[in-house]
């Protein structure tokens, strides 16, 4: 009997998804022993765990962008547009963020109108913004603000840090050329990738969703800006 081709995406999206699952159980054991451990070791230790616990978080959420734009590529992906509360969603992910956030001593605010609602893919666009939490935690000094608003007949969301800002050259190029592999600083582009497809796939009216990066804000630092129609 001749044995069938193997698909090699379909092995690679196989594999992704028990990397997630492993992860998941090791970043549940290091939340686990870091409060257990929160009173009984020094502050530099503390902050070298809480710093593992977030980039094992960072990279599950690697996983999980891989995966999705591999349902997405292969038009699987179950895409749900349904009028969500904007206010609702941003309090839940910095929520579930505010443990990671609090390691590293930063001050997470959110700005949104309870009356804010709008069409989009819950899953997807709070995707988008755990990437831009996870991507303002490298570059804020403390504080990092979450606003959300109706501006011109487009929602806009921001996440805005008090970090030194995007470099000049990320600001000069169109946000998905900034995908490209680093191997200084292990950034391979996905989020921006990530970020930016997901944004264009909202679309109505003749409008289209997208992402910019800007410097600014509330604070002078850096600006993850998604707009949706």
Not at 166 to 185: C, E, I
Request: charged letters at 20%; hydrophobic letters at 35%.
């Amino acid at each position: 009997m001749e044995q069938d081709e193997i698909n090699f995406s379909d092995f690679i999206a196989s594999s992704t998804h028990d990397m997630k699952n492993s992860l998941n159980i090791q970043i549940g054991f290091l939340e686990e022993l870091m409060a257990v451990c929160r009173d009984k070791i020094d502050a530099s230790m503390l902050d070298r765990l809480g710093h593992s616990i977030y980039e094992a978080n960072r990279m599950n959420m690697n996983l999980i962008q891989i995966l999705s734009l591999y349902k997405l590529g292969k038009s699987i992906y179950p895409m749900d547009i349904s009028e969500q509360s904007v206010n609702q969603m941003l309090e839940e992910v910095v929520m579930q963020n505010q443990s990671i956030m609090g390691y590293k001593g930063i001050t997470v605010t959110t700005e949104c109108e309870d009356s804010c609602y709008w069409y989009f893919d819950r899953d997807l666009v709070s995707g988008i913004l755990v990437n831009a939490l996870n991507n303002a935690y490298n570059y804020t000094t403390d504080k990092i603000h979450v606003l959300s608003r109706v501006r011109d007949g487009m929602l806009e969301i921001r996440v805005e840090d008090n970090g030194k800002g995007y470099p000049q050259h990320m600001l000069k190029s169109n946000v998905t050329d900034n995908r490209g592999v680093s191997f200084a600083t292990g950034s391979t582009g996905l989020g921006f990738y990530f970020s930016s497809l997901v944004a264009g796939m909202h679309k109505n009216a003749g409008k289209q969703g997208r992402l910019i990066i800007e410097n600014g804000g509330a604070y002078g630092g850096g600006c993850f800006v998604v707009t949706l129609p």
